[in-house]
Nanobody, 128 residues
Framework: QVQLMELGGGSVQAGGSHRLDCVVS????????LGWFRQVPGKKREGVAS??????????DIAGSVEGRFTISLDDDKHTVYLQMNNLAPEDSGVYYC???????????????????WGRGTQVTVSA
């Protein structure tokens, strides 16, 4: 069973916008902390954005490298977490992964070690 499925990868021109969707299975939708990561060949996977939900409140953590350009959001009805990416640059290229926390955390986090369920990833390529 696919628990996390990323959708929307593709090629984008620099300066453009793009959105990634992550469809989350019912059995893990209740996990409070979800995140987006990205990885390029030869580099460690980097946390991009995380969202923590509690009693209807949304708490977010955004990497400094994308702050002001990327936003993370949720749709409870669709069991989907979104990554909206604006003003894209070639250095934003990579494989983007959706992840759910390993155990209940109580906060949003960009630390890869805190996540235990991963999607298969989707490629985003930004051309100059």
């Amino acid at each position: 069973q696919v628990q996390l499925m990323e959708l929307g990868g593709g090629s984008v021109q620099a300066g453009g916008s793009h959105r990634l969707d992550c469809v989350v299975s019912q059995d893990i939708w209740s996990r409070n902390t979800l995140g987006w990561f990205r990885q390029v060949p030869g580099k460690k996977r980097e946390g991009v954005a995380s969202i923590y939900t509690l009693h209807g409140g949304r708490y977010k953590d955004i990497a400094g490298s994308v702050e002001g350009r990327f936003t993370i959001s949720l749709d409870d009805d669709k069991h989907t977490v979104y990554l909206q990416m604006n003003n894209l640059a070639p250095e934003d290229s990579g494989v983007y992964y959706c992840a759910a926390h390993r155990r209940w955390l109580g906060y949003a986090t960009l630390s890869e070690a805190d996540y235990g369920i991963w999607g298969r990833g989707t490629q985003v390529t930004v051309s100059a």
